[in-house]
């Protein structure tokens, strides 16, 4: 049901009127109805990804990795929508990273899973295996393992703060970042 005002013509200047719609031939009073309000504009589609990710509880930083090679993939395309392309185009990025840019294998990993991610999560695309992707190799490591001497002597040279953090990442088996996150009242000094 819509609700009318009825306004004297010269109670409502031109200005105030602006944004409303005319229901009256100019001889009558003003019988003006305000506009509906636009609707929401559709959220962009980096948005949609971000509220994908919060939703399903990953870290920030999974969520900053993510849309940077979401955006990095939009941008080696020529901005082209993410809908209008396919495997083959997730295939020539991804093997672009291994060949021109000569990333890791992880890194390439990362980029398949923020693009299967993407198309799974985000625009509800099931995309079929992609095999004729050039993979970056792996390096062959070798595990180092310090001798009891030689991690004395790399302790010995350090002093405070970082000794004491060496001292848990090699004693208690602690990531540099969890580590680095530790507060005073989180670290036992009782000898």
């Known amino acids: 049901m819509l609700r009318f005002r009825t306004y004297d013509a010269g109670a409502v200047s031109r200005s105030t009127a602006i944004g409303l719609l005319y229901l009256a031939p100019a001889s009558a009073p ?7 309000p636009p609707p929401p504009p559709r959220p962009r589609l980096l948005d949609r990804v971000r509220e994908a990710i919060r939703t399903r509880h990953y870290s920030r930083r999974t969520e900053k990795a993510y849309v940077h090679w979401i955006r990095r993939f939009i941008f080696f395309h020529d901005k082209r929508h993410p809908a209008e392309m396919g495997p083959a185009e997730i295939s020539a990025f991804l093997s672009s990273l291994a060949v021109r840019d000569k990333v890791a294998a992880s890194t390439q990993n990362q980029a398949l899973s923020a693009l299967l991610f993407l198309y799974r999560d985000v625009l509800d695309v099931d995309l079929p295996w992609l095999d004729d992707v050039v993979r970056a190799k792996r390096p062959q ?8 001497e030689e991690t004395r002597a790399v302790l010995q040279q350090l002093t405070g703060v970082p000794q004491i953090m060496a001292l848990l990442l090699y004693g208690a088996g602690l990531r540099l970042l969890e580590c680095c996150r530790l507060r005073v009242k989180d670290v036992d000094f009782a000898t």
């Open 141 to 148: 490591y070798l595990p180092v393992v310090l001798t009891r």
């Open 30 to 36: 003003w019988i003006l109805r305000e506009a509906s």
